[in-house]
């Protein structure tokens, strides 16, 4: 099946750095939306994101897809290490009760302390 | 929190038994997925519900079943275990604006023998 490419594949940072990932498609989605998934846990959501080109927050978290809709970001500032963990990204398409969600491959993250 | 419970949380079973997990929802979600995440595959959709009663398959169906008598539980079975189908398997139920969200359950650890 068809999996959204993301990059870095994985990281090592320091705590406090800053740390940005990417998500890539050759489909355009309307909706993206961010997770993070601990071991042995199921993904949490995020963040949603609706409008193309809109920069939306979570606490540290900052991500945005852009106005071509085929890619995202998501901005980890002052990590922490309970950052570490598997970030993945989801294309959302189709409409309202039709929706198909295409994953991502995933960023493992792991921080310094 | 979703209010999403899967049951067992770990189960092994030997190949070709029938496995049934449970997927309990507590806030009258109407659309109920189940995902199974495997290394170097990401998440993949068994099968979804819209209803009760109305269900629909995904991309990795061949060996699984579904049933939804009820809004808050989503049952999956697998007819005849097999080895290939350990995995974790994850339960998600849509919601959020425009139900573009996507929220998952803690996830079920299967092992086939």
């Known amino acids: 099946g068809q999996q959204l490419n993301q990059s870095p594949q994985s990281m090592f940072i320091q705590e406090g750095e800053d740390v940005s990932m990417n998500c890539t498609s050759s489909?355009?989605?309307?909706?993206w939306l961010w997770y993070k998934q601990d071991p042995g846990e199921g993904p949490v959501l995020l963040i949603a994101?609706?409008?193309?080109?809109e920069l939306t927050s979570n606490g540290r978290l900052t991500a945005q897809f852009g106005i071509t809709r085929k890619d995202s970001f998501l901005n980890i500032s002052a990590s922490i290490p309970s950052d570490v963990g598997i970030y993945f990204c989801?294309?959302?398409?189709?409409?309202?009760?039709?929706?198909?969600?295409?994953f991502g491959t995933g960023t493992r993250l792991k921080v310094l302390a | 929190d979703a209010g999403i419970t899967q049951s067992p949380r770990h189960k092994v079973t030997e190949t070709g038994t029938p496995v049934t997990l449970r997927c309990h929802q507590t806030?009258?979600?109407?659309?109920m997925y189940w995902y199974r995440q495997d290394p170097g595959h990401g998440l993949r959709l068994i099968h979804y519900?819209?209803?009760?009663?109305?269900?629909d398959k995904g991309e990795v169906s061949d060996g699984y079943s579904v049933s939804r008598s009820k809004t808050e539980d989503f049952l999956l079975t697998l007819e005849s275990a097999t080895s290939s189908q350990t995995s974790v398997y994850f339960c998600?139920?849509?919601?959020?604006?425009?139900?573009?969200?996507?929220?998952f359950g803690p996830g079920t650890r299967l092992t086939v023998l």
């Open positions: 519900s819209y209803g009760v009663k109305d269900t």
């Open positions: 489909s355009i989605f309307n909706t």
């Open positions: 806030e009258n979600h109407r659309y």
């Open positions: 989801a294309g959302v398409a189709g409409a309202s009760g039709t929706y198909k969600y295409i």
């Open positions: 998600a139920i849509s919601a959020g604006a425009q139900l573009g969200e996507q929220f």
């Open positions: 994101l609706y409008k193309a080109g």
